[in-house]
């Protein structure tokens, strides 16, 4: 039964993936007297869809951190290898409000033809024509587009996004799930995304890791066909697993 869920199949989803692009082993991180990452492992092959679920306070945001090499205190505790491309997003979408959509999008970026690349880019996720836009005048959705546009130009190995629907309505947050399912057929890279919402998970991701006392306690491969639906009574099996 191709449709039912395996507990500890760590191996991915439907799709075949390449070898590891990210290895961690032995993560250790502790804040004061608390240890929120607990010699925890992971491991994300090329071009897979990890999602990562996690109460509230689980260390989600400190694994994703530590993943995006943003935390020196954790580097030294164990092992980790990332690609050499990272793009990371977040719920706000961390625009700079001085800057327009366009050079928003490319900062950073060599010239020349970045500010080519920057328009496709903006063009992939709906903001054509938006070039000139300041921050501020966009929705929220739009914001979040941007912020994928900015993540995706930089064509990265791998993209780590934390909980970056959060803060949007639901129908917003059902295109932008189209969006993002969308954007990672095209250019593939494996996936780290931080989510509190478990149907999100199972809709998008190949692999679900649930974060618990520190470590990754349960790693669920997802298997189900596209398009993949919450009103699909198997997602309840899912649910249910993590
Ligand atoms: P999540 O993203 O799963 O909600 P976080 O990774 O943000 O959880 O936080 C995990 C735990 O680590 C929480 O108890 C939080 O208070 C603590 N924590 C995170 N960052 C810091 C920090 N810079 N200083 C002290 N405690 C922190
Ligand atoms: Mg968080």
Same mark, same amino acid.
């Given at each position: 039964? $191709?449709g039912r869920p395996s507990p500890d199949a760590a191996?991915g989803g439907?799709?075949?993936?390449?070898?590891?692009?990210?290895? $961690?082993?032995?993560?250790?991180?502790?804040?004061?007297?608390?240890?929120?990452?607990?010699?925890?492992?992971?491991? #994300?092959?090329?071009?897979?869809f990890v999602a990562l679920l996690g109460r509230s306070?689980s260390g989600k945001? !400190?694994?994703?951190?530590?993943?995006?090499?943003?935390?020196?205190?954790?580097? +030294?505790?164990?092992?980790?290898?990332?690609?050499?491309?990272?793009?990371?997003? @977040?719920?706000?979408?961390?625009?700079?409000?001085?800057?327009?959509?366009?050079?928003?999008?490319?900062?950073?970026?060599?010239?020349? +033809?970045?500010?080519?690349?920057?328009?496709?880019?903006?063009?992939?996720?709906?903001?054509?024509?938006?070039?000139?836009?300041?921050?501020?005048?966009?929705?929220?959705?739009?914001?979040?587009?941007?912020?994928?546009?900015?993540?995706?130009?930089?064509?990265?190995?791998?993209?780590?996004?934390?909980e970056? @629907?959060?803060?949007?309505?639901?129908?917003?947050? #059902?295109?932008?799930?189209?969006?993002?399912?969308?954007?990672?057929?095209?250019?593939?890279?494996?996936?780290l995304l931080v989510t509190h919402d478990v149907d999100e998970a199972v809709e998008l991701a190949d692999r679900v890791l649930v974060l618990e006392d520190?470590r990754v306690a349960r790693d669920v491969a997802v298997d189900l066909? $596209?398009?993949r !639906?919450p009103?699909d009574p198997r997602f309840q099996e899912y649910r249910e697993l993590l």
């Amino acid at each position: 039964d $191709a449709g039912r869920p395996s507990p500890d199949a760590a191996s991915g989803g439907a799709r075949p993936h390449g070898g590891p692009v990210v290895r $961690a082993s032995r993560l250790v991180r502790r804040f004061g007297g608390r240890t929120v990452l607990d010699r925890l492992e992971l491991s #994300i092959a090329a071009g897979e869809f990890v999602a990562l679920l996690g109460r509230s306070g689980s260390g989600k945001s !400190t694994l994703l951190r530590a993943v995006a090499g943003l935390d020196h205190e954790v580097a +030294g505790s164990g092992e980790l290898r990332v690609p050499e491309r990272v793009s990371l997003a @977040f719920q706000d979408s961390r625009l700079l409000p001085w800057l327009r959509l366009l050079d928003n999008v490319v900062l950073g970026l060599k010239r020349p +033809g970045a500010a080519a690349r920057g328009r496709k880019a903006l063009d992939e996720v709906g903001l054509a024509g938006r070039e000139r836009a300041w921050p501020h005048e966009l929705s929220g959705g739009e914001q979040q587009r941007a912020a994928l546009a900015r993540s995706l130009v930089r064509e990265p190995e791998l993209l780590l996004a934390d909980e970056p @629907f959060g803060a949007l309505d639901a129908l917003t947050r #059902i295109r932008m799930h189209d969006l993002l399912r969308e954007l990672y057929a095209r250019h593939r890279p494996a996936v780290l995304l931080v989510t509190h919402d478990v149907d999100e998970a199972v809709e998008l991701a190949d692999r679900v890791l649930v974060l618990e006392d520190g470590r990754v306690a349960r790693d669920v491969a997802v298997d189900l066909p $596209a398009p993949r !639906t919450p009103r699909d009574p198997r997602f309840q099996e899912y649910r249910e697993l993590l």
